[in-house]
């Protein structure tokens, strides 16, 4: 069983930073892509990053390339999300996933097999 746990998020004003950390358990870690997600109220949940397994390959939303960076250490089990000049409408909650292994890095959600329950991150002055 694979657990994921996001912290980090919190209140920013716009133009302002933040960073997320999805630790996880599990040994599949360091062998699966893995993504981040957010949920704005009233929206459905979007894609935002993505990282290979072995941290090579990084894919982003329109929405946030530029801005946020995707990064893991899998000696420690854990995928970040560096996010910088963040935006009125970054706000959401904040999702870490694994995605399955046959996949590789993917912006689809329904190939994801673990989530994390999510972070809030709320911009605002």
């Known amino acids: 069983q694979v657990q994921l746990v996001e912290s980090g998020g919190g209140l920013v004003q716009p133009g302002g930073s933040l960073r997320l950390s999805c630790a996880a358990s599990?040994?599949?870690?360091?062998?699966?892509?893995m993504g981040w997600f957010r949920q704005a109220p009233g929206k459905e949940r979007e894609f935002v990053a993505v990282?290979?397994?072995?941290?090579?390959?990084?894919y982003y939303s329109d929405s946030v390339k530029g801005r946020f960076t995707i990064s893991r250490d899998n000696a420690k089990n854990t995928v970040y999300l560096q996010m910088n000049s963040l935006k009125f409408e970054d706000t959401a909650v904040y999702y870490c996933a694994v995605a399955n292994s046959a996949w590789g890095v993917t912006r689809r959600a329904d190939v994801y097999d673990y989530w994390g329950r999510g972070t809030q991150v709320s911009v605002s002055s």
């Open positions: 990282i290979s397994a072995s941290g090579s390959i990084t």
């Open positions: 599990g040994s599949i870690f360091s062998i699966n892509a």
